[in-house]
């Protein structure tokens, strides 16, 4: 089917197409596309022009291959009118889409986990500062005993039994129930064992240096796991900075109970203060570990906690409330700092409850 053109063309080349200039027929230009080159044929009795009628020749082969379109532009390339130049038609590229927000992990990991340290060292200077009484000590004592219980009863158990509670009715971990359970008493017995019966007879600052050593290990592996769980809720943007907040709580208020135990065993101030920077980097190091792993076998995870959550319990109960008690102060006094540091406990997880690693 041919093309009707009704407005004259210009020049050389619509002259030779349309006709000459006061020449009014109306010429019938039919394109031919076989062979791949564009054809123009005049109507009966006109010349026929083979090739760009804008170049002025026919186009040569592309170098590289280009996609044919079925139809009218069977040819390699479409003709562009109003230019030299031909442009080839060649498909759109397939482009991944861009990832959404919160499939990866944010760029303010390294401020987090900065924060992380300092508000965690800033939390186990402050038992540091001067020279503490041995009444200020036993109050020390108190807050960090109900605050070891709080820690116990009201974040570690019931973290325990949601796991427990979660594996029971499924035949193939019926017989991992009462792992954590196992290992937090094995946890407890093993710091009295080693208390009662290898440090019976040695004196009672060997006693507070053995607890706090304990102590030191089961936080180092609970505020490890910790900063794993702080991992696992990063993507979340509106929930990071919660948590980050209720784990700066937390920490800040283990490493206060730490750094009373460092004063009770006697460290000096230069040791125990290496000894909270290392404390201090385990949460961040654990945040960065959860952020290039994918995920921590769910049995260890547990198990580690239930050993750290039976040595915490003894701290509390075996060694500091009795450290607390054997002065001369009112016990009233002293219970209601051990309730106070249990509030606080509870108020924290309560408020800022933390994620499970």
Same mark, same amino acid.
């Given at each position: 089917?041919?093309?009707? !053109? ?22 019938? !230009? ?5 062979? &791949? #080159? ?19 020749? #026919? ?30 038609? $060649?498909?759109p ?9 919160? @499939? ?16 965690? /060292? ?25 605050? /070891? ?12 039994? &949601? ?24 946890? /407890? ?7 009662k ?27 490890a796991?910790?900063?794993? &769980?702080?991992a ?14 209720? !784990? ?8 206060? $109970?730490?750094?009373?135990?460092? +004063?009770?065993?006697? =460290? ?22 959860g952020?290039?792993?994918e ?6 995870a ?6 750290? #959550? ?7 109960? #075996? ?7 054997? &002065?001369? @102060?009112?016990?009233? +006094? ?8 249990? =509030?606080?406990?509870?108020? !924290? +997880? ?8």
């Open positions: 089917m041919g093309v009707l !053109i009704a407005t004259p063309g210009r020049g050389a080349l619509g002259a030779e197409l349309y006709g000459r200039p006061g020449d009014h027929r109306r010429s019938r !230009i039919t394109p031919d596309l076989s062979g &791949g #080159c564009v054809s123009y044929r005049r109507g009966p009795g006109g010349a026929s022009r083979r090739g760009d009628p804008l170049a002025g020749r #026919c186009p040569a082969p592309a170098a590289a291959p280009t996609a044919r379109v079925p139809g009218l532009l069977a040819g390699p390339g479409v003709p562009r009118r109003g230019g030299n130049s031909e442009r080839a038609f $060649s498909p590229r397939a482009t991944m889409p861009p990832p959404s927000a919160g @499939e990866h992990m944010p760029d303010s990991v390294p401020i987090i986990a900065l924060a992380l340290f300092a508000l965690t /060292f800033l939390g186990g200077v402050l038992p540091l500062l001067g020279r503490w009484s041995e009444r200020g000590l036993h109050v020390l004592a108190a807050l960090s005993a109900g605050l /070891f219980l709080g820690l116990v009863f009201l974040h570690l158990l019931p973290e325990l039994a &949601g796991h427990g509670g979660h594996a029971h009715g499924h035949a193939e971990s019926a017989g991992d129930e009462k792992l954590p359970w196992i290992c937090t008493l094995a946890g /407890f017995l093993l710091l009295f064992f080693v208390e019966l290898w440090l019976e007879s040695r004196s009672r600052r060997d006693h507070h240096r053995a607890v706090w050593y304990a102590s030191y290990v089961g936080l180092l592996i609970h505020t796991f910790t900063g794993l &769980g702080l696992a809720v990063l993507p979340n943007e509106h929930m990071r900075w919660v948590f980050l907040l209720a !784990i700066v709580a937390h920490k800040g208020s283990e490493a206060f $109970s730490l750094a009373t135990l460092m +004063q009770l065993a006697g =460290l000096g101030r230069a040791r125990a203060l290496g000894y909270l920077a290392a404390y201090a980097a385990v949460a961040p190091a654990g945040l960065l570990l952020v290039a792993v995920a921590v076998d769910p049995h260890m547990l198990a580690l906690t239930g050993v750290a #959550c039976g040595t915490f319990l003894y701290v509390a109960v #075996c060694d500091l409330l009795p450290e607390v008690f054997h &002065g001369e @102060e009112p016990g009233w +006094q002293k219970a209601a700092w051990v309730v106070l540091g249990a =509030l606080v406990a509870g108020a !924290i +997880q309560t408020l800022l409850p933390l994620p499970h690693a």
